[in-house]
């Protein structure tokens, strides 16, 4: 694929009808050097239900109506580190990175997982905005809208101790945000062990049921998995994990090994469940979120106890109808099946060009 257009993007048509009108109104991470900006916004005027027409096919979420808070990342070159002698310039860092993360997002939205309760916030979409550059000069800069997620990363929520292990807040409980829905007027959250855990339960369930698509996730570290109590205007009543930032997310489709004859499709997608987590987790699958759950489980002769856990947790690792999960002894039948499938397409095809040549 050629680069992008200097100070353009690909494809992006200016005089759309398919528009949106956003506020911002605080940056929540970014500034110089900070690369993707990203920034807290209140959309002013949506586009006319006339020219979101195509959204229906899949490709995001239509964009919430006027008052509504989103976040929009925000991939300006211009705010990348200096790429002065780097053999690689500012200008395709940003445009890779928001094509990356931009598909990532598609993908699992038309997989129905985006959004309320899932591990990824809901996606509205990849735009683009034109902004000024010098004297009657101009540059598109791409952006994704996504919701906004009011929480902490579970990196915010702790401290380190001299090991680098994490160390929760447990001196009292964490305020998430301010409702009128709630008694005292805050939504409050302790972090006792058993709310830690719900939060690293769904972080496993949601990235079992990633690779069951297809998705690897090579960046899933504390300071990514956020906490947040709030769904759109709602409270809720329990944690809900949410992972953020998917530049590293690889699409195994999009991968050249994908590309290998009879590769096309990965082992974890052919069985008709996701993989059981006790398959794919371990304390030394997730030795950066040690401390969130004990930290004594990661000493020799203790790895046992998180894998007590995950049985307590997703349930024991069997293949029944009950089991929203299947182990790897189903994944190998199905790869089995797969091979004696394609060897039979090629017998057949020889087959063909013989009885061809013969006749």
Known sequence: ???????????????????????ILESLSGGVDGRAQVLLCKVIKPPPASSTVNVGEGDHEPVPGPGTRIVAKVYDSRFWPSDYGAPISNHKLADGDLCCESYAYKYLYQKKLTGYPHLTAQYYGTW??????????????????????VGYSIDELCDRDKYEQLVPDVSAPIIFHESNQAKDGEVCLELTKENRMEVLKQFIDGCVRHMHVGIAHNDAEPHNVFVTMRNGNDDLDKPRTVMLDHILTEVWSMTADARKPGCETHCLEMSSKPPHPMERYSVKALPNFAGWYPGHWVKP????????WLIEAFGPLEDSDDSPYCTFAVVRECIKEKKAANARMVENIKKAEDDKRGG
């Open 1 to 23: 694929m050629p680069p992008p257009p200097l100070y353009h993007l690909r494809g992006f048509n200016p005089g759309s009808e398919t528009q949106v009108k956003l506020e």
């Open 128 to 149: 683009a905005v034109t902004l000024p550059r010098g004297k009657n000069k101009s540059m598109s800069v791409g952006l994704i809208l996504m919701e906004h997620i």
């Open 301 to 308: 002769g203790n790895h046992k106890l998180f894998d007590q």
